[in-house]
Structures are given as structure tokens and as C-alpha cells.
């Protein structure tokens, strides 16, 4: 176990009072104080940065795949599909064998049963990734549940047993994890529901460190409300600063994790919608302000926009230089157009497949900056916003 020793000086005031809206003490009388504090360095340690490094390459983001089998059996029930395993199986198998996919693709995100899944031709799923040279993880929450005590707010299980699921999931072939919580802009977000938030997220992550797994750590502010681009931006302050504080707090790694916020937007009802422009540079401020430059990667979901609204947004950040790579952790916004184009059928799967090409080679090229939007279907610029749910 490796440690380091920082100078940390009294002057900083109480956690207790960085909150206090009227604190006017005196802070004359401090004096300066060293304080030795350990930073795990664990046997995954090098792994772990190289994990976060290969996911975080240039023009390449995740394609995340990792719905629940109740939320996959919603998709295959717009195109008419019964919700059945051979159904998921040919779906997912249509995914991750996509040829090329990996020029674009550095990882991919599962759900348990695709990760010990073969596909409809008997291959392991994780070795079809892995010979296109993209990063098998693995969705280890539990789904949310009502927090007790808050303003109608959730809170995410699956802290118990994550340890030796982690460790399996590694053996399977896993080499990054993603843990999902949300935070509700119009139940308040009350304090008692970020602060839950940040602390399950902060226990995953050293959880998951501990195992060989690079967590992506998602706190998604759903896209719920009326409010405007100030207010995001006001409780994304708010959510990231207790996220990496409790973080630092269970001595996670930083070059060792990915992030997945989502981007700084008005409410899905708010009557004034943000350019790009406006959406990049509120994001961008956020980022600057919380994050610090040691993380690799911030793979941002597409929180229910349309698939080109996603790319754009995306584009937008990348026009200058950052700390950070600065790419995409997309579902619906790279599935959209292929599930509809497949429609179950096995005649149109080249065709889908292509579809799927199309949409990671267009967000690949906004994560280099250089993505103009031309040539882009009707169909992938209608919106997906659903209510309560943005992911």
C-alpha cells in the first residue's frame, strides 16, 4: 500500500461550514497544520490507468449497451418484439459485430447477461469486443429505489456483495464497471438525496478499484422540469463537489476512473432552449470548476436529446483544448436509428449495422471537434426525452 503525505492547512474552514450561507469567523488566530493523509495505490494501480487511457483515446467513446433486460424488452417492444432471451441475444449480437466498430468504439457497457452471453453464432460476447479491440465493462448497480426521508427521491442499491461480483466479472473478462444514480432537479434536489448520491458512487468506485474494474462514475441530473440552464448548472456545482470530495474521502484513485455526467441543459420543459453553444460553454464551465485535469476521460451521456442534438452538443465542447478527453457514453443516441432500422428482422441487419457505424462514426468525429451535421436523417433528429428517465 503506497501513501503520500500533503500539506493541508487549518485555514480551510470545517466541511460543516463550507454550506454556511452567514459564517463570519474570524480566521486570524489559525496557524497552518500538516496532516498526513494515505492515497491508496492497490495492486490494480497501473491496469487501472491503463484501462482509463485506452477508453479515453482520441476519436473513440463507449457505446453503452447495458440495459436492464425490463428496459431492453421496451425497446424491442417498439419494433414489435417480445421481451424474450433469444430476442436480446440476436440484438446484442447484431451490436457488438459490427464490423469497423472499433475505429470508433473503445468500450463497451453491459448488462450481466450479455457479459456471459455468446452470440447467436456461439462466440463469447467479450471476444467479439475484444478482437475489434474494444473494452468489455459491466453495469453492477442494483437500479434505484425510493429514498426514505427525502422529497420523493431515489437513491441507487447495490453496495452489498459488490465485491466478489466485481471479482467475477473481472474473470469473465470486465475491465470497467458503471454505477448510475440520478439527482432530481424539480423535487429539490434535497440534500440528504445528493449527498446519498456521492457516497454510494464514491463507495462503488473504491470498490471497484480494489477488483481491477475502472469505474464510471454517473450521477445524471435528470433532464425533468421547467427550470433553465442556470439551475443545472447551479446543482451540477453542487452534486460534483460532494461527489469528489466523498471520492477523495474513500481514497479512490482519480487516474484510475471515468466520469459520465450529463450535459449542462435546461429542463426537458423549459421554454427557452440552449444552442450548442450555450450547452458547451455552461458544460465546459462545470467541468473546469469541479473536475479535476488527473481524471482521464468524462463520457458524457446523451440525457435523452436526439441523436444529432447529442453529437452537436458534443462537437461543441470539443473546439478547444481541455485537461480531459472529452467523448461520449451514448445508448439510445447511437441506437436509436439501428434498432428501427433492424426491426427484428435478420434481412436488415447489414443495414442496421451500418446505421450503428453511421452514428459512432459522427459522434467519433464531434469527439475530435470536426463533426458538421450534414447529411444527417430526419429520423436522428427527433427527440427521445422520456420523463424520469434520460439515460
Not at 489559525?30 to 484501462?51: F, H, I, M, N, W
Request: glycine letters at 8%; a neutral charge; proline letters at 5%.
Amino acid at each position: 500500500m503506497a501513501s503520500t503525505t500533503i500539506l493541508r492547512t487549518s485555514f480551510l474552514p470545517k466541511r460543516s461550514e463550507w454550506f454556511a450561507p452567514n459564517s463570519h469567523q474570524s480566521t486570524s488566530h489559525l496557524q497552518p497544520t500538516s496532516v498526513s493523509l494515505t492515497v491508496r495505490a492497490g495492486s490494480y494501480s497501473d491496469e487501472l490507468v491503463k484501462t482509463a487511457k485506452s477508453i479515453a483515446s482520441p476519436g473513440r467513446g463507449i457505446l453503452a449497451m447495458d440495459e436492464s433486460n425490463a428496459t431492453c424488452g421496451k425497446r424491442l417492444a417498439s419494433i414489435g418484439l417480445e421481451n424474450t432471451e433469444a430476442n436480446r441475444q440476436a440484438y446484442r449480437t447484431l451490436l457488438v459485430s459490427v464490423p469497423s466498430l472499433g475505429q470508433y468504439i473503445s468500450g463497451a457497457i453491459l448488462f450481466e447477461e450479455t457479459l456471459y452471453q455468446s452470440t447467436v453464432d456461439g462466440k463469447k460476447m467479450v471476444d467479439v469486443l475484444k478482437e475489434q479491440n474494444i473494452m468489455p465493462g459491466i453495469k453492477v448497480d442494483k437500479g434505484l429505489v425510493p429514498l426514505a426521508g427525502s422529497n420523493d427521491e431515489s437513491w441507487c442499491q447495490g453496495l452489498d456483495g459488490l465485491a466478489s461480483r466485481c471479482a467475477a466479472y473481472y474473470q469473465q473478462g470486465a475491465r470497467f464497471a458503471k454505477w448510475r444514480t440520478v439527482v432530481s432537479i424539480p423535487n429539490g434536489p434535497s440534500a440528504l438525496a445528493v449527498k446519498e448520491a456521492a457516497w454510494g458512487l464514491a463507495r462503488y468506485a473504491a470498490i471497484s478499484q480494489d477488483n481491477g474494474l475502472v469505474p464510471i462514475v454517473e450521477p445524471e441530473i435528470l433532464l425533468d422540469g421547467e427550470h433553465g440552464i442556470e439551475r443545472t448548472f447551479e446543482v451540477a456545482q453542487k452534486v460534483w463537489a460532494e461527489v469528489f470530495f466523498y471520492m477523495a474521502e474513500n481514497n479512490v484513485m482519480y487516474e484510475g476512473i471515468l466520469l459520465k455526467p450529463s450535459m449542462v441543459t435546461p429542463g426537458a420543459e423549459c421554454k427557452d432552449k440552449a444552442t450548442p453553444e450555450q450547452v458547451a460553454e455552461y458544460t465546459l464551465k462545470l467541468l473546469h470548476r469541479r473536475i479535476p485535469p488527473a481524471v482521464p476521460g468524462i463520457m458524457f451521456l446523451s440525457g435523452g436529446q436526439s441523436e444529432v442534438e447529442a453529437t452537436l452538443n458534443l462537437n461543441a465542447m470539443n473546439q478547444g483544448k481541455t485537461p480531459w478527453h472529452v467523448s461520449f457514453s451514448y445508448a439510445r443516441a447511437l441506437q436509436n436509428t439501428c434498432l428501427k432500422t433492424w426491426g427484428g428482422r435478420p434481412e436488415n441487419v447489414k443495414a442496421a449495422q451500418e446505421a450503428l457505424l453511421i452514428r459512432a462514426k459522427a459522434n467519433s468525429l464531434a469527439q475530435l471537434g470536426k463533426y458538421t451535421g450534414e447529411g444527417e436523417s430526419d429520423e436522428a433528429k427527433k427527440g427521445m426525452f422520456v420523463k424520469g428517465y434520460t439515460y
